[in-house]
T-cell receptor, first 111, second 113 residues
Framework: DTEVTQTPKHLVMGMTNKKSLKCEQHMGHRAMYWYKQKAKKPPELMFVYSYEKLSINESVPSRFSPECPNSSLLNLHLHALQPEDSALYLC??????????FGPGTRLTVT | AQRVTQPEKLLSVFKGAPVELKCNYS??????LFWYVQYSRQRLQLLLR??SRESIKGFTADLNKGETSFHLKKPFAQEEDSAMYYCALKANAGGTSYGKLTFGQGTILTVHP
């Protein structure tokens, strides 16, 4: 398996909802990343996990809560989001410091 | 701090014409540079990395440390090359086991028939 998968593909949630995004890879990569991408803009790094430990938090609001339950899975828990949080959320993984492989993303709409 | 600049938001060429997407970077250390491509409705995927000096889909890119540039070139553009292209820089933070990418703003390439 040489892909990063993400579920769901699309998510619509209200500002009071709690939802989670899921990312999975079976390439044995030990670094996993969450990015946020607005339309026609580059991805912006949110979090980096390395060996299941949070290594980077790019000053992301606490309404976004990442979790890495094991080396293949990465979750992003969402709570009390704002409409401006609507975006494409990308997951990526890499074998140590080498190139990153991206998932197809979850398109999130906050109403 | 590192920075990546792609001066052209949009680039249009005709099929068969040469194409060059510009990328300049600012970084005090020894950078690793990449080109990523995002076709319509597809995932972001790696096109080239400067370390491997390979040619993918006819594209090449040479790292010019003197000019701090990593321009992407193709001698004969094809319609299927139409996509968003991002130049990215990975800062080498010694001792870490992950890479932190800084992306440029991207260039939308349109190849007309």
């Amino acid at each position: 398996d040489t892909e990063v998968t993400q579920t769901p593909k699309h998510l619509v949630m209200g500002m009071t909802n709690k939802k989670s995004l899921k990312c999975e890879q079976h390439m044995g990569h030990r670094a996993m990343y969450w990015y946020k991408q607005k339309a026609k803009k580059p991805p912006e790094l949110m979090f980096v996990y390395s060996y299941e430990k949070l290594s980077i938090n790019e000053s992301v609001p606490s309404r976004f809560s990442p979790e890495c339950p094991n080396s293949s899975l990465l979750n992003l828990h969402l709570h009390a989001l704002q409409p401006e949080d609507s975006a494409l959320y990308l997951c990526a993984s890499s074998r140590s410091v080498y190139e990153q492989y991206f998932g197809p993303g979850t398109r999130l709409t906050v109403t | 701090a590192q920075r990546v600049t792609q001066p052209e938001k949009l680039l249009s060429v005709f099929k068969g014409a040469p194409v060059e997407l510009k990328c300049n970077y600012s970084y005090s250390g020894s950078p690793e540079l990449f080109w990523y491509v995002q076709y319509s409705r597809q995932r972001l995927q790696l096109l080239l990395r400067h370390i491997s000096r390979e040619s993918i889909k006819g594209f090449t890119a040479d790292l010019n440390k003197g000019e701090t540039s990593f321009h992407l070139k193709k001698p004969f553009a094809q319609e299927e090359d139409s996509a968003m292209y991002y130049c990215a820089l990975k800062a080498n933070a010694g001792g870490t086991s992950y890479g932190k990418l800084t992306f440029g703003q991207g260039t939308i390439l349109t190849v007309h028939p």
